[in-house]
């Protein structure tokens, strides 16, 4: 498929450090922040919340997996998850996109 994604963007750690942002979810796969209350009222953004979810513990998991380079195998079938990965990554961006949530990364702001 052209113009597919091949590498996954690691989400940054700033907002992992300092979860203490009460009322807000973090969309890990585009580093953006939801209003807590706008998932519940929205069975939609729930879902993509969920989605994301899922998707940031299968990256964390990926990660923490990775192989030896001089087993050749295991590292190709492990840069083909990379590159599924990144195709969801940039599905869970366009379904964000497409819901019209505003980026936020800082919710004070």
């Keep these: 498929m052209p113009g597919a994604p091949h590498r996954v ?20 796969s585009s580093g953006w922040y939801v209003k807590a209350a706008d ?3 929205d069975p939609d ?3 993509l919340a969920v989605a994301d979810s899922v998707w940031f513990f ?3 998991d990926w990660q923490r997996r990775r192989p030896i ?6 590292w190709h079938v492990w ?8 195709a969801e990554q940039a599905q869970l ?3 964000t996109l497409a ?11």
């Design 9 to 28: 963007i690691p989400p940054t750690l700033r907002g992992i450090e300092h979860p203490s942002m009460a009322g807000w979810l973090r969309l890990a």
């Design 39 to 41: 998932a519940v009222a």
């Design 45 to 47: 953004t729930l879902d």
């Design 58 to 60: 299968a990256m964390e």
């Design 69 to 74: 380079r001089r087993h050749l195998w295991a």
């Design 79 to 86: 840069r083909a998850e990379e590159r599924r990965l990144a």
């Design 93 to 95: 961006v366009a379904r």
């Design 99 to 109: 819901k019209r949530i505003q980026p936020s990364y800082d919710p004070k702001g």
